[in-house]
């Protein structure tokens, strides 16, 4: 969506943010989040040195751990599932909010972190995505622990796991629909552009789709049913499936695989499909639709050799992904929050958009959500050549900061945005 399209900030909102940009404290805050650049940049190099490989984050949970205590909070504890869960508590009855970024990376065991500095511009994988948003709501925190800002709601920080691929959310899947936890709103700092604001969460599904058949000789055998042929039927018509364009909703077969020989009836094969919606509902319909269609491919291909039982051709849908979506209103205290803290800190919107990340749960249980970019610049991301370029990234604390202090409060400053839950 185009930002300019949308309706000026909420006067509500706007207030408090005033009152807040107008308070000798909060100016203080934000005069140390750009004094304290270099700070920011050095946790941000030393967490990407310590290796956080896809389903194995625990070294670098440990290291958050310590960096939470050393900043002065008692109430750290690492979850089941490997979240880091540090609590800055508020004056008490006030909402939750939690501020996060994603331990993970995607890089495997063993990859070279160490971090190499080349004209200002600083080199290793995962550097950015996610080092930046760790170092970020660390900055945060040190921040208001120095200014001794007393907020009125919690802001719980939290480190989590698997956000990346195949970690399929798992980290915000636990902390939002199995921990238990009250939490009222939800803020994640990831990718580092802070004039790009989540408004929504792209879901997707994904399939590995197994196709088994008796196999056989081609000459021999001719007759049988094949699970290549029953596998080409369903791609053809999934190929020809029309999703709808709004909410965008789409879909692909990624991969295929298998076979025996050139001369062998395929006893096996299997291909890997992945549908996206920014919809809930039409991520829901896509699946309803193209399902049946593998199902009926594959009837087919058995009708036509009028194969039954052991001579069938038979169909395993194994599940390897499912990230929910879901929207939110424009009014959604969390964006109003942001688009506010970036008029006071005079950056400007120009990214109002869907993505998946950590924020998919929260906005998938109808708790306001967004992601916030880190501030400076990145690139070659999901790539051993990643880079981080720190040129205004203060700009990313602050946004990070105040976006946080509006939706909590401020004791005696402003109350708190953020509505609690019941
Ligand atoms: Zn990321």
Not at 99 to 114: I, Y
Not at 342 to 370: F, Q, R, V, W
Request: aromatic share 4%.
């Amino acid at each position: 969506m185009d930002p300019k399209q949308l309706a000026p900030v909420l006067s509500n909102v706007t207030a408090s943010a005033d009152k807040l940009a107008a308070c000798p404290t909060v100016k203080e805050a934000l005069a140390a989040i750009l004094r304290d650049e270099k700070i920011t940049l050095a946790d941000q190099i030393a967490i990407t040195e310590v290796e956080a490989p896809p389903f194995h984050e625990d070294e670098r949970a440990k290291d958050l751990m310590r960096r939470f205590q050393a900043l002065g909070l008692t109430d750290v504890t690492i979850d089941q599932e490997g979240n880091v869960i540090a609590r800055r508590p508020g004056t008490g009855n006030g909402p939750t909010l939690v501020l996060g970024a994603h331990l993970d990376t995607v890089f495997p065991a063993g990859t070279d972190v160490r971090v190499r500095e080349e004209n200002g511009i600083y080199h290793a994988p995962g550097i950015s995505d996610d080092a930046r948003g760790l170092a970020v709501i660390l900055q945060v925190l040190r921040t208001m622990q120095e200014k001794n800002i007393q907020t009125v709601g919690d802001i719980c920080f939290v480190c989590t796991v698997g956000e990346e691929g195949n970690g399929d959310l798992r980290g915000s899947k636990h902390l939002f629909l199995k921990s238990g936890m009250k939490i009222d709103g939800f803020i994640s700092v990831d990718g580092v552009d802070v004039g790009r604001l989540l408004c929504a969460a792209t879901g997707s599904k994904r399939y590995r789709v197994h196709f088994d058949g008796p196999g056989g000789h081609s000459w021999k055998n001719y007759g049988y049913p094949s699970a290549i042929h029953a596998m080409g039927r369903a791609i053809a018509k999934i190929a020809d499936v029309h999703p709808c364009e709004e909410p965008r909703t789409t879909f692909t077969c990624g991969t295929i695989g298998g076979g025996t020989t050139v001369n062998s009836i395929a006893a096996h094969c299997e291909m890997e499909l992945d549908m996206r919606s920014a919809g809930g509902k039409e991520l829901e319909e896509i699946e309803a639709q193209i399902l049946p269609l593998i199902q009926a491919a594959c009837d087919e291909e058995n009708a036509r050799w009028g194969a039954e039982g052991d001579l069938a051709v038979k169909l395993t849908l194994e599940p390897i992904g499912h990230r929910p979506g879901g929207q939110q209103s424009d009014e959604s205290s969390v964006l109003q929050a942001a688009r506010a803290a970036m008029n006071e800190l005079g950056i400007e919107l120009k990214k109002y958009d869907a993505a998946s990340t950590d924020h998919n749960i929260a906005i998938h249980c109808g708790i306001p959500a967004t992601t916030l970019g880190g501030g400076g610049a990145e690139g070659f991301n999901h790539n051993v050549k990643e880079w981080y370029d720190p040129k205004d990234g203060y700009l990313g604390a602050q946004l990070a900061f105040l976006t946080s202090l509006l939706l909590v409060g401020m004791q005696g400053v402003a109350d708190p945005l953020l509505p609690k839950r019941d």
